[in-house]
């Protein structure tokens, strides 16, 4: 079912998918309204949502989220495992790591990649802490996150993590433009400099891909704990 409905809509949106794909988003779409019966992993659990909200969102990032052959990405507070995980079905050549701070998603998760049969590192940690861990800070060409947090916020959160000469890209919706001005300051003070935004549409509404260059390493002090984060964020 979610097959025929991303069928429909990867010519105009996204990179073509092989039939082996559509089989993994399949059985990735069944496990999660599965899972969903006994945590909460998501509001959108019909197929068209599921499809179009989830997986065509993704899918449509992905094409233009500029993501190197073989870059080591890391997904930020990655819930459901999106996009992640979406984003290793339609590109295996990523090194992906999934970071989230409740185990039991990622203990869904780790279902879901052994059901499907694709490799990602899950990692147990907030985000402020994966920022200090030496086996994490600054090692990622490409740093993605699918969250609501203002930019500002989630810069301090994603920046550390990336490598000198990487990009934090995360997922927005069309709107961004304040947020980006905002968020200015705060990606200068952690290495970063914010690069023009990406802005399409797809079925489900406005979005874009902000691109926030790391020109220099994050200073050691960031991101500071979570209350300091978001009471008084970088400006």
Known sequence: MVTEILKNYIPEHAEPLSEEQYAQLERYAELLVEWNEKMNLTAITDPEGIAVKHFLDCLAYLKRAKIPEGARVADVGTGAGFPGVVLKIARPDIKLVLIDSLQKRLNFLEAVLGEIGVKAKLVHARAEDAGHDKTLRESFDVVTARAVANLAVLSEYCIPL??????????????????????????????????????????????????????????????????????????
Do not use: D, N, W
């Open 162 to 235: 990336v490598k000198v000469g990487g990009v934090f890209a995360p997922m927005k919706t069309a709107e961004v433009s304040e947020e980006l001005e905002g968020a200015k300051a705060a990606a200068k003070i952690l290495g970063g400099e914010v690069l023009e935004p990406e802005i399409y549409e797809i079925p489900a509404g406005g979005r874009s891909v902000v691109f926030i260059e790391k020109k220099t390493a994050t200073p050691a002090k960031y991101p500071r704990q979570r209350v300091k984060i978001s009471e008084k964020p970088l400006k």
